[in-house]
């Protein structure tokens, strides 16, 4: 279903909702316990819409621990943490709940400004898109 991107529903300011999350390369997020526990790194995508409505879009974040940041870019002297969720060690309930709690933050008169400040977290999938 597609989203309404530019007009304001009901006066009302719209609110983004977390509707599911997903990795491609974890199977199970609930079950997932990395080997070794300080060393993980995996990309998630959560998908958010409007609250209340049935639509949604794609935001995508590597969520990693320190340790597999400071391996993966050991040859880096500079590290851009943009659309990264560093954990001590993972929890995916309360990842979960971060997620909820950072969407449900969001508010703006249209979907666009909303989904602009979720992509502050996750890449949105429409980020550089240009009509």
């Known amino acids: ?7 304001r529903h009901s006066g009302l300011k719209i609110r ?3 509707k599911w999350l997903h ?4 199977d199970d997020l609930a079950l997932f316990r990395p080997e070794p526990e300080d060393k993980f790194g995996f990309l998630l995508q959560f998908f958010a819409g409007p609250e209340g409505k049935e639509s949604e879009e794609s935001f995508g ?13 050991a040859s880096s002297d500079v590290v851009v943490g ?10 995916y309930e309360r990842l979960k709940r971060f997620i909820e709690d950072y969407c449900a ?3 703006g008169d249209s979907w666009d400004e909303v989904a602009l400040k979720v992509g502050r977290l ?7 898109y240009r009509d």
């Not at 279903?1 to 007009?7: D, K, L, N, S």
């Not at 590597?62 to 993966?72: G, Q």
């Not at 996750?122 to 550089?128: C, H, L, P, T």
């Open 105 to 107: 933050s969001c508010e």
């Open 61 to 73: 974040v590597i969520v990693c621990s320190p340790r597999w940041l400071a391996e993966t870019n």
């Open 1 to 7: 279903m597609a989203i309404e991107r530019t007009h």
């Open 82 to 91: 943009r659309h990264h969720l560093i954990l001590q060690e993972y929890d």
């Open 23 to 26: 990795s491609p390369d974890v």
């Open 122 to 128: 996750g890449r949105w999938e429409f980020e550089d």
């Open 16 to 18: 983004a909702e977390l």
